[in-house]
């Protein structure tokens, strides 16, 4: 049962990878500066890091899964997935959102990129509130932010 959990979460895990990417990508009002990135190199660095969260994230999930008995281990009651998710999903993300931030935008992809951190900020803004959220197809809080992230042309950081 374990495992199953484990895959079950790495769709979540893929979401807020690919959010926290696009929320941090891109802030500031900086249109043009001299340390700008090509946008091939923006997504490259963008996606190391959001491949950084899923690590950290699966990581989390071990610990999370540590010093509890097989039977608590197996049971899968929608609490324990909620504090799954709050425990190694969320702060993993908040994380990648500061790295990302540092990235200087792309020159002519600071208007998508802002979009993207936006939307990425507003879904993790609402998954710390309700982590539940993202144990459902139906209230991916990430939605528009992936959406937003497979459009710039993120990899890991759109769950490609």
């Known amino acids: 049962m374990k495992k199953s959990r484990t895959r079950s979460f790495i769709p979540v895990i893929a979401t807020l990878t690919a959010l926290a990417v696009?929320?941090?990508?891109?802030?500031?009002?900086?249109?043009?500066?001299?340390?700008?990135?090509s946008?091939?190199?923006?997504?490259?660095?963008?996606?190391q890091i959001c491949s950084k969260t899923?690590?950290?994230?699966?990581?989390l999930i071990g610990k999370?899964?540590?010093g509890k008995s097989p039977q608590?281990?197996?049971?899968?009651?929608?609490?324990a997935e909620e504090e799954l998710v709050a425990f190694a999903g969320v702060p993993p993300v908040?994380?990648?959102l500061q790295e990302l931030s540092?990235?200087?935008?792309?020159?002519?992809?600071?208007?998508?990129?802002d979009g993207y951190l936006k939307a990425l900020e507003t879904g993790l803004k609402t998954a710390e509130n309700d982590p539940a959220l993202l144990l459902s197809i139906d209230s991916d809080p990430f939605a528009k932010a992936t959406?937003?992230?497979?459009?710039?042309?993120?990899k890991v950081c759109s769950g490609a």
């Open 72 to 79: 608590e281990s197996q049971a899968s009651s929608p609490k």
């Open 54 to 59: 899923e690590k950290r994230q699966l990581v």
């Open 147 to 154: 959406s937003l992230a497979k459009a710039f042309g993120f």
């Open 22 to 37: 696009l929320n941090s990508c891109g802030s500031g009002d900086d249109t043009k500066t001299v340390n700008s990135l």
């Open 64 to 66: 999370f899964e540590e």
């Open 102 to 113: 540092q990235l200087p935008a792309p020159e002519g992809g600071s208007e998508q990129v």
């Open 39 to 47: 946008k091939k190199e923006f997504i490259k660095q963008a996606d």
């Open 94 to 96: 908040k994380q990648q």
